[in-house]
Structures are given as C-alpha cells and as structure tokens.
C-alpha cells in the first residue's frame, strides 16, 4: 500500500431547514482525523434557526453560502459549480453523518487507486434519531459504469448524494448533477457519468452513515417522480454508451424498460388517486408500450403485461379494495408484489 498523499477537500452541504440534524452532520464534518479541508454550507432559505446556529460557528474552514431568496433543492444543488472548491470534493446530506475516518479512508483510497474517477465507501442506515439501523448492500471494490448500472437495474446497490468522493473540475466536466425534478434519479446519473471516465473504487470500510427519514422520494407528488425517472429512461436508452460490446441494443432497451415500469407500478399503487393525476397502471402500461417503439428495432416488441409486477400492479390497482389490501400488506413487507 502506497503511502496516503495529502489532499485537499471540500465537502459541500446544501441545507434547508435543518433542525436539530444539520448540528449532527457538521459536528460530524468537523471531527474529521484529518483538517485539510473545507466545509462549504448552501442555505436555501431556511426559517427554522439553521442560519443564525450556522452563523455562530467560528471554524475558519467553514464558508456559509446564503441564497438572496429561497430555492428549490434544484437551484441550490445548480449553485455547486459555482462555488471554489479544493482539488477534491463531496457532497453531504443535511441529515447524514461522516464517521471520523470517512477522509482518512478517502485519501488512502485515492493513493492506493489514483485512475479511478470515484470514490466511495461502506455505510450503514441510521433511523430519525440516528439509532443502527442496518448496513448498506455490499459493493466490489472496482465497478466500472456498466457493473453500476446493472446494480442499479437489479436493485442490488445502496446509491444516494452522499459518500461519493471525486475531483472538482471532473464534477464541473460532467456537468454537474443533472436538475431532474427535485433531483429525484439525478444522482444514478451523476455518477454513472463519472464512472465512465474510469472505474469506481470502494473501500470495505464503513465511513458514514445515511438517515433513512422523511425523504425526497417519499414527499415527493408522483406525478413529478415518474417524470424524474422517465428523463432517466430517456437518458439510459439514448446514451448507447452504457451498452456492452457485442450487446443486443434491443435487450438492453428491454431491460431499461423493464425495470422502468416496475418502479412507476408500484409506485402508483401506493400513491392516492388525486395525486397520479387520474393515471392508471393499466394506462400507463399502455403508454409504455408505445414509447417504447422509439427505442426498438422492426420486430422487436415491449410489451409491459407481460412482466409479472406490472400484471399483478394491474389487478391490485383494479378496485378499491385490492388497493387497500396491497396498502395494508405493504407496511408487513415493503414490497409485496416482489417474488
């Protein structure tokens, strides 16, 4: 193992309404073993005291970037590239926590694999009141941005803002997190773009934690989820740089398309007729199958019923009461139409 170099870091912060968990992540920013760094925090507006504890702070390393008016998560994660930022850079959520060691562990990452173009570490899920709750999804030490996307599409990875360690300028080369609604999929994005460049290197370590709390997602209206997925879609089946030498475009699309209708089914049955808007499963199926002809060959077909998730989303979603009983079913397993 090489020796760590030092490396100068800026960890980035955006903030609205903090409470009492935006004490929690910077007390845990600032307990960091290693002090090359900075801390760059983005209010959005908050109104709940986060401004006037933030401006009692008197770390020299900490740089309070106040909006005018309040933004959107979209306009304040958009300021990001316009900030100074060290050679180094990370972003935290307001509500998550770094251990101690999460830039030691960085660094050393960084002297043991320098052609990689992301880092990251183990973490584990930390409830409303920062208790344990479990750790992340396991991850190889190298993935390429083909092995990431085929995580994301098998559910079998733990992706989210935090913990990803990369360069500044390679941040602003991509550029940036894409503004999907809410950022909502923007992050699957961001990293698969960075990845490309070169691989991801994972450290065994477990260097932070995330907050499983009222997210995003969740409070988000479905209609403006299924739109930030669908531009998504758009991106993965556009983008011919995610297939494999030698791959079947058509089974690629067919994977994409595929793992797109199960998370919009099962999203829609557990969101309230007003909020979808009046869309249906059963209309949405439909709608699928047509988009899906842009990204076909000629005799090539997707046909979304014939996916068991969407089959059995399609009965549930039928009457009334079987969408109550998969409500109620629902908080015993959280999905229940998976096998």
Sequence with gaps: MNQAATYPFSIILPVRNGGEYIKECVNSILAQ??????????????????????????DPRISIHQAEKPLTITENWDRIKSIPRNEWMTIIGHDDLLYPDYLETMSALIAE???ASLY???????????KF????????????????????????????????MLRSRVYDEVGGIPLYPNLLSADYVLWL?????AYISTSP????????????TATTKTDVYIRSLKMFIDYLLRDKDHLSPGEDRNVYATRILTFYCQRVSR???????????????????????EYARSFLDEGHFFDPGRIRDVRLAKIVDSNLFTRKLFLLLKKIHPNPLMK
């Design 120 to 130: 990251q570490s183990h973490f584990n899920f930390i409830d409303a009141r920062g």
């Design 193 to 197: 773009k960075v990845a490309a460049l």
């Design 33 to 58: 073993t290693r002090s090359d760094f900075n801390l760059h925090i983005l209010d959005s507006g908050s109104t709940d005291g986060t401004m006037e504890w933030l401006q009692g702070l008197t």
């Design 267 to 289: 999203r829609l049955l557990t969101a309230g007729l007003k909020d979808r808007d009046g869309l249906t499963v059963k209309r949405f199926a439909a709608e699928t199958k």
């Design 133 to 164: 709750m479990r750790p992340c999804k396991p991850m190889s030490a190298r993935q390429t941005a083909k092995n990431l996307l085929d995580a994301i599409l098998g559910n079998a990875i733990n992706i989210y803002g935090t913990g990803y």
């Design 113 to 115: 694999e320098p052609e």
């Design 205 to 216: 370590k477990t260097c932070f934690a995330y907050r499983i709390n009222q997210s995003t």
